[in-house]
């Protein structure tokens, strides 16, 4: 058979050059009992790669919490997770990095980084009803850093806007050490009734395999592998691997495959992201424990001469792989035709384990499907991880090695101007949050986005949560910290804890010091994820997020991002009455501090930025009393006995009560607490706290409650209506000055 | 009384805006494919927001030339009712049964977010039964929304009561702040001389659900339904 195959010769400084390493070539010697030609070695060096194989990772991932109630496909499984959200639905989500591709082309980068994390949406048959994402950039300060941000956003938001799917929440952080690495974390979540899913699977020897949505053409080739390089100087060489977006073919790639997905002759679909066809035929395939043959001549394609590896590995977006029903052919071509769509038979299933490839009738590659793939034959290392030196420097800090500031007033403004909180308003009115008409948190700001199911009672809570800064000081307190205030976010909007998607962003695995933030940053995760009932669904892993390392085993860890092990979580809300605003509502309600007082300003916004100190310990978090706080406000919230709720995080509890002040153009009147000093007290980011407020009418049951509950809780003071911003009886600002530095201190620092 | 709400590839207000027709305000409403060639006897034809054919080339420009847009004119021209929203407005003026263009946001960004827009006057059909002088807080998303015309149009439109709504602050002034996207006199919305053709770029469909916070946007709706019914 193999005499057929072209013999390009290949050696093992061929595969180097593809990213393999010299024992990768010779175990794919080993499967194929010969050498690899160059297709072949093509399709080993992107599917081995760390993007689609989790080589260096899936040792640990293995060890996070995969099995929860409410699971109906779990991490691994399927595309995307799927949680049974009760009244016959079910919500599949899914988080996703495009950080590589960002850095270079951030338009693009961007967008086709929305388009992938919606095609793994609807390729489940899931509806895609709500976006987010998670964007961290270097100084604002350097031009590169504008270009980037205004690229990214707007590349987000044109894809997005068109594709027709709201962008409802996220995250935007910025710091010196994302200056040469953004990143870009793509996260949406679909309906679907239970039962009418659709897997990625290929089975049935005889059904026809086709490929529908866009042509092929020559973008993105080696996208997966170059994923899956440190960014150098020389990257700018590797343009062609980011690919192009369309919006409008993925909007009408969604229609029809939601479509086709009724008319029941689908044996299973996936989505093209990286690693193209090579990626959907083989993981299909060795999931139905079938073989192929595909034809690639027969695949539309954009360009004259595209070469079979190129065919094989092109990212080209908006495509997707489709096994049919033999016979039912022409339901599904009807499909396509009507929404103007490529629909093209290459191949069909085989009764073997292997996958053929043929081109023009010549067999160009042959490899059995399994050895490709996570789970088969794909490699499995496990790396060495050391702590890292600047982990004990952390230690060190002393809250008294900082002088408390005389004028506490400059501070507060100083904060409400930080660009990592302030408003990010000049970011999310570049998106459509509005369209589909179930964003609940418009006229109702909420800690997570609120989203309606409509003719349910139900609505679900979606956040994405992640201070790396916190994770650099201590992964694995760190990450906990992550789980914890997503969580956070959902109960303070009234859901309740669901599950969760990670995308995990590091450095280079292969540098030990790097891999242990990566380790401690998963058990961190394990822990909480384990007490919040909070499976892990799926998500992504995106290494090489640092500037030139030398070779594989080289660098440093100071030239990675901060490890960034971005957390979405999805609640559920089973009443959505129970719905809470984190804006104050009424002059006269009550303001309480709920969870323990600490005096804490480690890893704050406050110490790093105002006072310099870049190295301290993670905040002062107790995983217990989290859990336990969290569970005091579910009950309250129930019960209907507050007006409103806002977790203390980025800021302290002055800018928690600020941000809770200014929706409704209220102002507060507080007391801070003496045994704490005020600096730490308004400023400082110890976790596990909730600022609520309560009408008179239901102040008695609230305290009542609270007392029983045993869970530290202070009345900090009242809402105001003349919109003063009063603390210790003195006046920090009013709410229209707080609100103009707030609303447009981003704006002036990326237009300026 | 039928409500028709086309569909072209691309539009993605078209579900919104026929959840709000048929179970809100409880219309009869039927779903119009682009590719139809007639207009399934709807006697109101709602174009949606979205971006019909990518809107690659210019918003609307291509969606003119669709089948349906063929008896969507003809429709128009024998007065029968079309109201265009976001989108919708500017396939309206591509195909010329609204006077003006819309133009690039003066800030050259997509916008999305609330803005307050009130009646200009109560002339037609889908301002007529909003209380004079009442603000309503309706969400804007567009990137193309700077409604643009020439002098001479201008004069005609405030001549005949064609201007349908203004954008303006929380306290309806009509103001330069208040205006989004950079509009020729504050203008959102516009209708035709024989007033039975509108375009408007707030989107009411996403102001009408009480579930939402906000149900401004159904004043609009009900506008319409109380004529239509009497």
Not at chain 1, 402 to 410: C, R, Y
Request: hydrophobic share 40%.
């Amino acid at each position: 058979m193999s005499a057929t195959l072209e013999q390009v010769k290949v050696t093992v400084e061929t595969a180097k050059e593809l990213g393999l390493l010299p024992e990768e070539f010779e175990k794919i010697k080993e499967i194929l009992g010969r050498t690899p030609n160059f297709t072949e070695l093509s399709i080993y060096s992107v599917m081995w790669s760390e993007h689609c194989s989790y080589k260096n990772s899936i040792v640990w991932l293995k060890k996070l919490p995969k099995d929860g109630p409410h699971m109906l496909a779990k991490a691994g499984e399927e595309n995307a997770g799927l949680v049974d959200i009760g009244d016959g639905l079910a919500c599949a989500f899914k988080i996703e990095s495009h950080n590589h591709p960002s850095a270079l082309e951030p338009y693009q980068g961007a967008a086709t980084g929305v388009g992938g994390i919606n095609r793994d949406i609807f390729t489940m048959g899931a509806r895609p009803i709500a976006q987010l994402n998670s964007l961290r950039f270097g100084n604002l300060k350097s031009d590169r850093t504008k270009w980037l941000i205004k690229g990214v956003v707007k590349g987000i938001g044109d894809y997005g806007n068109a594709f027709g799917v709201p962008t409802v929440g996220g995250e935007v952080f910025f710091d010196d050490c994302y200056n040469t690495n953004p990143l870009v974390n793509a996260m949406s979540a679909g309906i679907v009734k239970v039962g009418e899913t659709v897997s990625a699977i290929s089975y049935g020897e005889g059904n026809p395999v086709f490929i529908v949505g866009s042509a092929t053409g020559k973008d993105g080739i080696h996208g997966a592998a170059f994923a899956s390089k440190d960014i150098t100087e020389d990257s700018a060489n590797d343009l062609p691997a980011v690919q192009v977006g369309d919006p409008f073919q993925e909007k009408l790639l969604l229609e029809a495959t939601l479509e086709v997905i009724k008319t029941g002759a689908v044996v299973g679909m996936q989505d093209m992201g990286a690693a193209g066809i090579a990626c959907s035929t083989s993981e299909m395939s060795a999931k139905g424990k079938h073989g192929m043959i595909i034809h690639l001549d027969k695949v539309p394609a954009r360009q004259e001469g595209m070469k079979p590896y190129e065919f094989l590995l092109s990212e080209s977006q908006e495509r997707m792989l489709i096994v049919v029903k033999k016979g039912r052919e022409e339901e599904v071509k009807k499909v396509f035709e009507k929404w103007d769509l490529n629909c093209s038979q290459i191949g069909e299933v085989t009764k073997s384990d292997r996958l053929k490839f043929y081109m023009h009738g010549q067999l160009v590659a042959d490899v059995p499907a399994a050895s490709l793939v996570l789970g088969g034959g794909a490699p499995v290392y496990h790396r060495e991880y050391t702590e890292p030196a600047y982990f004990a420097e952390t230690k060190k800090f002393n809250i008294n090695q900082v002088k408390e500031p005389i004028d506490l007033k400059e501070v507060a403004k100083f904060l409400l101007a930080h660009p990592n909180i302030a408003s990010k308003k000049w970011v999310y009115e570049q998106y459509d949050s509005m369209v589909g008409t179930v964003n609940m948190s418009t006229n109702f700001p909420s800690d997570a986005a609120l989203i309606n199911i409509k003719g349910t009672n139900k609505a679900i809570a979606l956040t994405i949560d992640c201070n790396s800064r916190y994770i650099h000081a201590d992964p694995e307190t760190g990450c906990a910290i992550a789980v914890a205030e997503a969580a956070r976010n959902i109960v303070c909007s009234g859901g309740l804890p669901s599950a969760i998607t990670n995308c995990l962003n590091f450095g280079n695995p292969y540098n030990p010091e790097v891999y242990w933030q990566f380790v401690g940053a998963i058990k961190g995760m394990g822990k909480a994820c384990t007490k919040f009932k909070t499976p892990v669904t799926g998500g992504n892993v995106s290494f090489y997020n640092q500037s030139s390392s030398v070779g594989k085993a080289g660098g440093n860890v100071s030239n990675a991002v901060f490890p960034t092990p971005t957390i979405g979580m999805l609640g559920i809300l089973p009443n959505k009455k129970s719905a809470t605003t984190l804006a104050f509502k009424n002059a006269g309600d009550k303001i309480y501090l709920i969870g323990e007082r600490v005096e804490d300003i480690n890893c704050s916004e406050y110490l790093y930025s105002y006072h310099g100190v870049k190295l301290s310990p993670a905040p002062y978090f107790d995983l217990d009393k989290e859990y336990d706080m969290q569970q005091i406000l579910i009950k309250v919230i129930e019960k209907g006995l507050i007006q409103s709720a806002h977790d203390v995080s980025e800021g302290g509890v002055f800018i928690a009560l600020a941000e809770a002040a200014m929706p409704n153009k209220l102002g507060f009147d507080i007391l801070t607490d003496s045994e704490i000093r005020q600096d730490a007290f308004l400023f400082g980011e110890s976790q596990g706290r909730v600022i609520v407020s309560v009408s008179k009418k239901h102040d008695d049951a609230f305290v009542d409650m609270m007392v029983k509950s045993k869970i530290p809780f202070i009345v900090l003071g009242e809402v105001t209506k003349k919109g003063k911003f009063v603390i210790d009886d003195e006046t920090y600002m009013t709410v229209e000055e707080a609100t103009n530095i707030y609303d447009n201190a981003l704006e002036k620092l990326i237009t300026e | 009384m039928r409500f028709g709400v086309v569909t072209f590839p691309g539009s993605n207000c078209d579900h919104d805006m026929i959840y709000v027709l048929r179970t809100i305000m409880g219309q009869e409403v039927e779903s119009l494919w682009h590719k139809d060639k007639d207009l399934k006897g709807c006697d109101f034809i709602v174009l949606p927001g979205g971006f019909s054919y990518g809107d690659y080339l210019r918003s609307g420009a291509i969606a003119r030339f669709s089948p349906i847009m063929e008896k969507v004119i003809e429709h128009a021209n024998k007065g029968g009712y079309v109201m265009g929203i976001c989108n919708g407005f500017q396939i309206l003026c591509e195909s010329g049964l609204l006077p003006g263009a819309l133009l690039h946001n003066n800030n050259q960004r997509f916008i999305c977010k609330n803005v307050f827009i009130k009646a200009a006057s109560k002339d037609a059909l889908v301002t007529k039964h909003i209380p004079k002088n009442e603000v309503l807080k309706i969400p804007i998303a567009h990137g193309e929304g700077r409604y643009y015309t020439d002098e001479k149009t201008i004069k005609q439109l405030k001549e005949n009561n064609q201007i349908l709504f203004h954008y303006c602050d929380e306290q309806g002034n009509v103001t330069k702040e208040s205006n989004p996207n950079g509009s020729l006199e504050n203008i959102a919305g516009v209708c035709n001389s024989g007033k039975n053709v509108f375009g408007m770029m707030p989107h009411p469909e996403r102001a009408a659900d009480e579930v939402l916070n906000n149900t401004d946007g159904k004043l609009i709706f009900e506008s319409i339904l109380n004529i239509i019914n009497v």
